[in-house]
């Protein structure tokens, strides 16, 4: 059974910092790319930031220089460090592994920035 757990959400001041994680079992890890998505109420769901199985990593316009993507494939985990976190970044933040013709989301958790 695949699971995708994702942990580290939880309510910041703007300016402030979170990381969070995500713990994959029952995939072979290495052989998936590793992407974080974010969902605020009453908007698309948007892809934040991607790691592949190579290491390359790419972010949304809006996250680029305050987000970082990183994994560790010795612990099927990929990781979200968010700095500088605006209102705007407020919004359940999904991990979703991916190889061609399979795809896995995990159940989210919930970031929300305010004074």
């Known amino acids: 059974q695949v699971q995708l757990v994702e942990s580290g959400g939880g309510l910041v001041q703007p300016g402030g910092s979170l990381r969070l994680s995500c713990a994959a079992s029952?995939?072979?890890?290495?052989?998936?790319?590793m992407a974080w998505y974010r969902q605020a109420p009453g908007k698309q769901r948007e892809l934040v930031a991607v790691?592949?199985?190579?290491?390359?990593?790419n972010y949304a316009d809006s996250v680029k220089g305050r987000f970082t993507i990183s994994r560790d494939n010795g612990r099927n985990t990929v990781y979200l460090q968010m700095t500088y976190l605006e209102p705007e970044d407020t919004a359940v933040y999904y991990c979703?592994?991916?190889?061609?013709?399979?795809?896995?989301r995990g159940q989210g958790t919930q970031v929300t920035v305010s004074s």
């Open positions: 790691a592949t199985i190579n290491g390359t990593t």
């Open positions: 029952g995939i072979t890890f290495s052989l998936y790319a």
């Open positions: 979703n592994a991916a190889r061609p013709g399979r795809n896995f």
